[in-house]
């Protein structure tokens, strides 16, 4: 991509309802893809999806061979080689696990003593809280399980390999409404993380020029209440 004289951006997506779901003919809808299109649309920036799981789509954004991602939290490791904008919107982490396959939790001192095998996804973060804990609860930490993805979350539950996983929580109010599978599971009343998710930009392929201009795009939608208005259409999640 030459940002210089061109807007043409590759951004990562992948299948995760209601954020990003693509149809028979390979299009794609949801809540991610209507964030894009607010944004870019704006900017007046051609794009095109790439599908890349989460932790595969941050090696090639930092080596600048894709463009864009979204809901990514900005933190000190990331900001070498990402330009954040936004916020884009508030993320909501939450802990899922089989039923009845132990106590409900409800604070972190329970986490604290947790040992059981849990999955969360390759190159994610989940929280500074979480993150501490993982120093202090020292078994839990080597029981996680890193997965590329949250779609064998239900396969690995049902062999008895793992208990539960970190999701988002519009993404388990989808499963949960659409998905039978996930009537094995329960929500638990802890809220894992809270916390502004960003537009990310490489680097390394998108010029200071250009994130100027997608940056005031930025402005004057959020001024607009229009970034603020694509999850509202989706209330229900």
Same mark, same amino acid.
């Given at each position: 991509m030459?940002?210089?004289?061109?807007?043409?951006?590759?951004v990562?997506t992948?299948a995760f309802?209601?954020?990003?779901?693509?149809?028979q003919?390979?299009h !794609?809808?949801?809540i991610?893809i209507?964030y894009?299109k607010?944004?870019?649309?704006?900017?007046?920036c051609?794009y095109?999806?790439?599908?890349?799981p !989460?932790?595969?789509?941050?090696?090639?954004?930092?080596?600048?061979?894709?463009?864009m991602m979204?809901n990514v939290t900005k933190t %000190?490791?990331?900001a070498?080689?990402m330009?954040?904008v936004?916020?884009?919107?508030m993320?909501?982490l939450?802990?899922?696990s089989?039923?009845?396959a132990?106590?409900?939790?409800?604070? !972190?001192?329970?986490?604290?003593?947790?040992q059981?095998?849990?999955?969360r %996804?390759?190159?994610t973060?989940?929280?500074?809280?979480?993150?501490?804990?993982l120093?202090?609860?020292?078994?839990?930490?080597?029981?996680?399980?890193y997965l590329?993805?949250?779609?064998?979350n239900?396969d690995?539950?049902r062999?008895?390999?793992?208990?539960?996983f970190?999701?988002?929580?519009a993404y388990?109010?989808?499963e949960?409404?659409k998905n039978?599978?996930?009537?094995?599971? #329960?929500?638990?009343?802890?809220v894992?993380?809270r916390?502004?998710v960003?537009y990310?930009?490489s680097?390394?392929s998108?010029?200071?020029?250009?994130? %100027?201009i997608?940056t005031k795009?930025?402005?004057r939608?959020a001024e607009?209440?229009?970034i #603020?208005?694509?999850?509202?259409?989706y209330?229900?999640?």
């Amino acid at each position: 991509m030459s940002c210089a004289q061109a807007c043409d951006l590759s951004v990562r997506t992948f299948a995760f309802p209601p954020f990003a779901m693509k149809d028979q003919h390979g299009h !794609w809808s949801g809540i991610d893809i209507d964030y894009t299109k607010v944004l870019l649309d704006e900017s007046n920036c051609n794009y095109t999806f790439v599908e890349l799981p !989460w932790g595969r789509g941050m090696e090639l954004l930092k080596m600048g061979k894709i463009d864009m991602m979204l809901n990514v939290t900005k933190t %000190q490791q990331r900001a070498p080689y990402m330009h954040f904008v936004g916020p884009q919107r508030m993320e909501n982490l939450l802990l899922v696990s089989k039923k009845d396959a132990f106590p409900l939790i409800t604070k !972190w001192d329970q986490m604290k003593t947790l040992q059981v095998n849990l999955m969360r %996804q390759r190159g994610t973060f989940i929280g500074h809280r979480f993150e501490q804990l993982l120093g202090e609860n020292l078994e839990l930490n080597k029981r996680l399980i890193y997965l590329t993805d949250n779609v064998v979350n239900i396969d690995m539950i049902r062999k008895g390999r793992a208990l539960g996983f970190f999701a988002e929580k519009a993404y388990l109010k989808h499963e949960f409404d659409k998905n039978p599978d996930y009537s094995i599971l #329960q929500v638990h009343p802890i809220v894992i993380n809270r916390n502004p998710v960003y537009y990310a930009f490489s680097k390394k392929s998108v010029s200071a020029k250009q994130l %100027q201009i997608i940056t005031k795009s930025y402005q004057r939608l959020a001024e607009q209440n229009k970034i #603020q208005a694509v999850e509202g259409q989706y209330d229900e999640y």
